[in-house]
T-cell receptor, first 114, second 115 residues
Framework: AQSVTQLGSHVSVSEGALVLLRCNYS??????LFWYVQYPNQGLQLLLK??????LVKGINGFEAEFKKSETSFHLTKPSAHMSDAAEYFC????????????FGQGTTLQVKP | GAVVSQHPSRVICKSGTSVKIECRSL??????MFWYRQFPKQSLMLMAT?????????EQGVEKDKFLINHASLTLSTLTVTSAHPEDSSFYIC???????????FGQGTRLTVV
């Protein structure tokens, strides 16, 4: 069965500092991986996705993630945090089935301090 | 890009009444729609998967008679919370899958409060 684990339910950084949100996955088949962001009382917005093309994936708002098969990781990074980056972040893997439903990690709350 | 619209964004209802939440795909026809429930500070819990014209597939532990899902067209799925109780208060989110897209697109969510 596929699964996703996000290490750290809460991450706090200073404005301008590096953002690193960790995600490890478990999958017996080549995975499709996603990072979504959720602002309070809103739905999820796709930040970026990995679909077996380039291992370094660039997304919106300056975020990027690197797929590392040897480490079964797909960590999300941003060189310089902005106050507007404060939100909930979810890593997800697409289930290898006909439904293609997403399996989500527990989520990581990013706090950005001025 | 594809857009999913969910309505209403907030609803307050009395205990014992039913509430309907709509999820519409605006740009593409959705082959599959998903309904999630999210508790505060928690991840999304998949409730059910629905395909147009067929019965929804519910996840284990989700009462299908309480959470009625209808996917009557390729652009509309509805979730009806029947005989709502305060413990049904939550944030409900729909998402849709479209042909040729690997990612799912999400609605804005509905905050349901049962009083």
């Amino acid at each position: 069965a596929q699964s996703v684990t996000q290490l750290g339910s809460h991450v706090s950084v200073s404005e301008g500092a590096l953002v690193l949100l960790r995600c490890n996955y478990s999958s017996s088949v080549p995975p499709y991986l996603f990072w979504y962001v959720q602002y309070p009382n809103q739905g999820l917005q796709l930040l970026l996705k990995y679909t077996s093309a380039a291992t370094l994936v660039k997304g919106i708002n300056g975020f990027e993630a690197e797929f590392k098969k040897s480490e079964t990781s797909f960590h999300l990074t941003k060189p310089s945090a902005h106050m507007s980056d404060a939100a909930e972040y979810f890593c997800a893997v697409k289930e290898a089935s006909n439904t293609g439903k997403l399996i989500f990690g527990q989520g990581t709350t990013l706090q950005v301090k001025p | 890009g594809a857009v999913v619209s969910q309505h209403p964004s907030r609803v307050i209802c009395k205990s014992g009444t039913s509430v309907k939440i709509e999820c519409r795909s605006l740009d593409f026809q959705a082959t599959t729609m998903f309904w999630y429930r999210q508790f505060p500070k928690q991840s999304l819990m998949l409730m059910a998967t629905s395909n147009e014209g067929s019965k929804a597939t519910y996840e284990q532990g989700v009462e299908k008679d309480k959470f009625l899902i209808n996917h009557a067209s390729l652009t509309l799925s509805t979730l009806t919370v029947t005989s709502a109780h305060p413990e049904d208060s939550s944030f409900y989110i729909c998402s849709a899958r479209f042909p040729l897209h690997t990612e799912a697109f999400f609605g804005q969510g509905t905050r349901l409060t049962v009083v």
